[in-house]
């Protein structure tokens, strides 16, 4: 990945999507994109940059940990003058639903 270019210029969705990208589930090793925790990202004209992210279960210990390594990573773009990260329950992450296709190759998840 290109940081540099991602850098460059105000905040967007895709931007904000791409650099989460390094934020990595200690647990299992992948990131949160293709691990499917992502469950939404709004960037407002403000500077605003709100995720809403789930955990692969609610018993997960690293939520507060997911959090801060979120937050700092969106840190990095220029423009962002707020982050409000929310964990969210619903819809539940479901592995088979919400990976992606490299994620369940790296796990050997299979259905």
Do not use: H
Not at 17 to 24: G, H, P, T
Not at 25 to 51: A, F, H, K, M, Y
Not at 86 to 100: G, T
């Amino acid at each position: 990945m290109d940081v540099t270019a991602l850098l460059e210029g105000p905040p967007d969705e895709s931007k904000v999507r791409e650099l989460l990208r390094d934020v990595i589930d200690p647990e299992v090793g992948i990131n949160i994109v293709d691990l499917g925790l992502l469950r939404g990202i709004e960037v407002q004209s403000d500077g605003t940059v709100r995720v809403a992210t789930t955990l692969t279960t609610p018993a997960c210990p690293l939520g507060p940990y997911i959090s801060e390594q979120i937050y700092g990573t969106i840190a990095q773009l220029p423009g962002v003058r707020d982050i409000d990260v929310e964990i969210v329950w619903s819809p539940p992450w479901d592995p088979d639903r919400d990976m992606s296709d490299e994620a369940k190759r790296l796990l050997g998840w299979r259905r």
